[in-house]
């Protein structure tokens, strides 16, 4: 059985190894550029989520996102990480690796499983559909888990974690992930103030280690003291660069004053038509 | 007692296949109701069960009662509702529930409408119910394929399934796996279902996929061992059932499946995790 395991394993592998590596991009003069926003519009079933949004994160950045309900902070995570798709534009990506915490993750608390079999699912992108975890691993596993308050929590069972302490876990999975490029959305929700310290320790070390963060917060004390630069979201971008100049008095009002609710009324996005009528002609405006 | 137990399996060769046949049917469906019920799809078997049945009075009305023509048209049918629904589902927001519902009525009606065209009731009830007691050659060799084929793809994609069930947004972040083993997996559903018909009948091969794996339930909070579990209580299941049919003269499929209510019943009630062990904790615990 061990043999068979072993045979699949070594073609699987063999094949999907080569077959990435015929799709793998050149790296072309790696820029320092992680990510570049071309006026990027997300959003669902036709209606502007994230609207118009042009600009690019440095490699080795900390960006905090931050906005009101609605703004469209979540939607740009999902369009960096792959799961949605522009309306129009483009999101350009050059990191080498992706680590995505979402807000509202779709985890089955109730399925059986300990921590450590979650948090080891932060292997996948290293170890494969088939790769063991190694022993290795399982130490620098142990490490994640110590670095976000877990130790000792590695038999436990998912559904007999609080809240934060599945945050916390989520956390230690992200690190895990090992990746250059992190998304961390709302990743202090319902974790204790002592704990968001040590967490945010954690997000410094990583950009120490010249990862690239972002990530979206409500927080804006903890924004100014931790983040150098912000990203401030009304579904349009309203400001984009270092902190204080970002999270002026003028700048959050003028986020504060977006409309929230989706307004079936609201006309067509004028921008695009004019670049689709300088694409093809007035005859959109005819038919 | 000895004689109870073991002369129908050494006397008969019927009883000799029948239990080669339901074992290995054991050990191929008990994990497969395993990850049914912890995607929380644990009625999807039974509709796809449903859905099976055209494809099998197909291959009925054309061939009679024949195992392959019948086994390849529930086959067929079966991937052609999973596909379906499983389609729906992703390109649309209808959840997989609903679709599954739409798509297996309307199987089920073409089928029920082909049997009565063709068939007299006797027919029916053996396709719906199916007899352990009269496998030959082409289905114990259908079973053991499929047992086979089971057992390989899940050593192969145990890891992408349990992540595609504990937490499908995170695999998607990190793999475009998730939608290929989710359709896989289905797969295996119509495939050991077609593969315990002949022996249980459309309708109760479910049971043996549902019922243990239910029960495992009660006892582990492990995957693995719950599969373990699912596949012990199916093998204990089968063979109680057949001595069961042997002796008080019972349908064999009926027989095989009530053992293993018998046995669910029993779980849920004594289980580690079942009723009496939630209602008899004491006041006693733990200071951390």
Known sequence: MRLIRYFVTFYLTNVITLHMQSLSIPED????ICVEFKNLTLGYEGHAAVHHLSGEVKSGSLTAIVGANGSGKSTLMKGIAGILKPISGSCVTRFKRLAYLPQQSELDRTFPARVIDLVSLGYWQKRGLL????????????????????????????????????????????????ADFILLDEPFNAVDARTIVDLVALIKG??????????????????????PRTLLMARKPVAWGPTPEVLTRDNLARARGFQEAWDDASGWCEEQAAVLDRKYGKVAAHV | MFDMLLSPFLQYGFMQRALFGSLVLSVSCAPVGVFLMLRRMSLTGDAMAHAILPGAALGFVFFGLDIIPMTIGGLLVGLLVALGSGVVARFTIQKEDASMAAFYLISLAVGVLLVSWRGSSVDLMHVLFGSVLALNDAALALIVSIALVTFVVLLIFWRALVAECLDPLFLRSVSRIGAPVHFLFLILVVLNLVGGFQALGTLLSVGLMMLPAAASRFWSNEVRAMCLIAISIAVVSSIGGLLLSYHAAMPSGPAIILTAGVIYAFSALAGRRGMLA???????HKTA
């Open chain 1, 131 to 178: 790769g063991r975890v190694s022993a290795d691993d399982r130490v620098a596993l142990g490490r994640c888990l110590d670095a976000v308050g877990l130790d000792g929590f590695e038999k436990r069972a998912l559904d007999s974690l609080s809240g934060g302490q599945m945050q916390r876990a989520l956390f230690a999975r992200t690190m895990v992930q090992d």
């Open chain 1, 29 to 32: 003069a790696m820029s320092d």
């Open chain 1, 206 to 227: 990583w950009v120490a280690e010249g990862r690239t963060v972002l990530c979206v917060l409500h927080d804006h004390a903890l924004v100014r003291e931790h983040f």
């Open chain 2, 278 to 284: 939630s209602a008899l904790t004491s006041g006693r």
